[in-house]
């Protein structure tokens, strides 16, 4: 007799029994998951699209959405592994399936059928969480091209899937381009630079079986070296390596790896994809399901912004020039003498430098600070969990309200080969009461951060600049942990506009800037000290150091990435797209680099990670935040108490956090301020007033 095995005993990415089963998923059972889970999801689709089948939101949802979302739990799994435990073999494995996977998806979208059985759904039946669902669905479809016909409806479909292979491989290339360079040097060459980095460089080099030093692009390394190496011919090697990353100015040896062309295409189909819809460009189509409401709105926002910043900016450069010169004997900076001079500058004028910092800030005590803060300001308790992972320096949590299960999370907080730089918050699964069981499933997050590891057997030591990029991230895990929507589509971050999602994510930020938060935070790495109450008032002195200069920066990056979708036609090569970015330089910038940079070819939030004519949300929702955080401030100061002040946060938690996105961000936001948000706070937390 044979005795059929059940799938997910023999695959793991089959299994959704429970949490994800990092540590037995390997590359050769992806493409038979993803093969028989496609199988899966295309049958939903044709059962729910069948003549007879009602246009029913439940009775969808527990076929087509049951489907699809296990889809989207098994392909989770293996985006994030390829994020962030790259090997040869996954990443083959990975691209092999990704064409299909996108495929189904856009067919979806698309699909005319499954648009009308939404079109005729009565809007009477539906809860108001599936009343704003159905809503974003019937926009989806649009926008996903199921108004196409014929030869434009195939385009549409062959620009989804080619557009998610540049975008794939862009990232890949910056990747690839950043693990492939090394510097070897000797250790008086890293003169200045702080003694944990020479620590850490010297047992890079070590494990190679070499005894001098190995720099790397990577944030840990990088970023001490250009601030407080005393070696100007060493920071111009690293600075030229690091910007011309993936660019046709690489060595000619890293030429593979030249992002110029991918970037050309991928602008021509986003061009070509806005034209089938019906719109002027790319720009367009990013907004529609924004807050924004026009691109000529945003780019205003931005020059406005630009105009208020730029005379702190000057002021800021006038400031380092005149140090560089009379304290540092360069009478001519250059594009790589600029952090050392702000660091340097820094010291002098807040007797204060980020490496005096640095050992308070151990990453244990700085995430049992932050537990604690979520804990008393969102009425919560967070615990240590159990599940697979994949790698050992991997931590998982769970979060309870009341001894109830309100959300998991995964922390992998260091930097490594195989991993993709940066910093970020994604979805393992969302809180969805399922149609198929009507068990409420509790939502679980990754949180990734790429600090420097530990040495020496002692624990890791972040910047303060770590700390809040931890908070940043965690606040974006709170929004999707804490909702308490149960429709999935409209659930945490799903649904909520991109211009307002980075705003609980800004708002966790400010808490760095507290003392009453900062003094639980921190201990002495060697002597358990918390920091010195003196040093933190230098820090918080300093805290709009450069925020002028930081400011233009920021809405550089933004009205490139704005304009840049609004050209029509895009750029047709990558001379345009540098001409274009020279050009919003000269509107805004107060500072030019070197001809052979190339900032672009690694700026993956545009070309490969979903802010393609969004990039401005930063700016526009730090006006949100801002706004947000100021409420906690008038309260403790009617109080006299500190920021941290519940009744206040739990108007937030329910008003922000909790309604996720079920509702329009501007609703939620009025909610809990009373009003719109004004860039007063913000203007003001940055010293520009």
């Known amino acids: 007799m044979n005795v059929r095995q059940d799938p997910a005993q023999l695959n793991p990415l089959l299994d959704f029994s429970g949490l994800p089963r990092f540590d037995a998923i390997t590359p050769d059972t992806v493409g038979p998951a993803v093969d028989e889970l496609l199988n899966q999801a295309s049958a939903a689709l044709e059962a729910v699209t069948a003549a007879g089948f009602p246009a029913d939101w439940a009775a969808m949802a527990g076929t ?7 889809l989207s739990r098994a392909w989770g799994a293996v985006s994030h592994l390829n994020s962030v435990a790259d090997t040869p073999a996954l990443r083959a494995a990975y691209n092999a ?16 059928r499954l648009y009308a059985k939404y079109k005729s759904m009565d809007p009477a039946s539906l809860t108001a969480e599936q009343a704003q669902a159905h809503h974003n669905a019937l926009r989806g479809f649009v926008l996903g091209g199921a108004e196409l016909q014929g030869a434009a409806k195939d385009r549409f479909a062959a620009i989804q899937e080619r557009a998610a292979e540049l975008a794939q491989k862009f990232s890949e290339n910056a990747l690839d381009a950043t693990d492939a360079f090394a510097l070897y040097v000797d250790t008086d060459e890293l003169a200045g630079v702080p003694e944990d980095v020479v620590q850490a460089t010297a047992a890079a080099a070590r494990a190679e079986g070499r005894t001098d030093h190995k720099l ?53 189909l986003r061009h070509e994809e806005a034209r089938l819809l019906g719109h002027r460009h790319f720009a367009d189509v990013s907004l529609v399901p924004k807050m924004a409401e026009s691109p000529e709105q945003v780019s205003a926002f931005l020059r406005d912004l630009a105009t208020k910043a730029r005379p702190f900016a000057e002021q800021d450069l006038a400031d380092l020039r005149a140090f560089a010169a009379d304290h540092l004997g360069i009478a001519d900076p250059q594009a790589w003498d600029w952090p050392y001079i702000g660091e340097k500058l820094k010291e002098a004028r807040y007797a204060f430098s980020e490496q005096e910092v640095k050992p308070y800030f151990t990453a244990p005590k700085v995430l049992a600070g932050l537990f604690q803060i979520v804990e008393t300001l969102f009425e919560v308790a967070i615990r240590r969990d159990s599940a697979p992972v994949w790698h050992p320096g991997v931590e998982f949590y769970r979060i309870e309200r009341g001894g109830q299960l309100v959300g998991q999370f995964y922390l992998d ?17 969302a809180r969805w009461l399922r149609p198929d069981s009507r068990a409420l499933q509790t939502p679980v997050a990754h949180l990734v951060c790429n600090f420097a590891e530990g040495v020496g057997g002692k624990p890791a030591l972040l910047t303060h600049d770590d700390a809040i990029t931890l908070f940043h991230e965690f606040g974006h895990g709170l929004h999707h942990m804490l909702t308490q929507v149960n429709e999935r589509d409209v659930s945490g971050i799903s649904g909520v506009e991109w211009d307002a999602v980075e705003l609980p994510s800004q708002f966790m930020e400010n808490f760095c800037w507290e003392w009453d938060v900062l003094k639980h935070m921190t201990a002495h790495v060697d002597s358990g000290q918390p920091l010195p109450r003196a040093l933190f008032d230098k820090m918080l002195a300093a805290k709009n150091f450069q925020s002028g200069l930081q400011t233009l920066r920021q809405v550089e990056f933004a009205l490139f990435d704005m304009l840049l979708h609004s050209e029509t036609p895009p750029p047709a090569d990558g001379a345009a797209i540098l001409t274009l970015l020279n050009r919003v330089r000269d509107d805004v910038a107060v500072l030019q680099p070197p001809a052979y940079s190339r900032t672009p070819h690694t700026f993956s939030h545009i070309f490969a990670g979903g802010y393609a004519a969004g990039y401005y949300s ?60 004004s860039i007063d706070a913000l203007l003001r937390h940055q010293g520009m007033v």
């Not at 399936?97 to 005319?112: C, M, S």
């Not at 907080?413 to 979805?427: I, L, Q, S």
Request: cysteine-free; proline content about 5%.
């Open 64 to 70: 087509l959405d049951v489907a699809t979302e296990r």
């Open 97 to 112: 399936a990704l064409p299909k996977v996108t495929e189904f998806w856009t067919r979806l979208g698309a699909d005319e």
């Open 216 to 268: 790397s692009l990577k944030m840990p390394v990088y970023l001490p070296v250009m601030q407080f190496a005393r070696s100007g011919a060493l920071r111009e090697k690293l600075y030229r390596a690091y910007v011309t990353r993936a660019s046709d100015q690489a060595p000619a040896e890293l030429a593979r790896f030249d992002n110029t062309a991918l970037m050309v295409e991928l602008l021509a």
């Open 413 to 429: 907080p260091g930097a490594r080969t195989g991993k993709r730089g940066g910093a970020w918050m994604d979805d393992v699964r």
């Open 618 to 677: 930063y700016k526009w929702a730090e006006v949100l935040s801002a706004d947000a955080y100021a409420a906690f401030e008038e309260a403790a100061a009617q109080q006299g108490r500190s920021t941290l002040d519940v009744a206040t946060g739990r108007r937030y938690r329910q008003s922000i956090l909790e309604a996720g996105g079920s509702r329009p961000a501007m609703e939620s936001f009025k909610a809990f301020r009373g009003r719109e948000p």
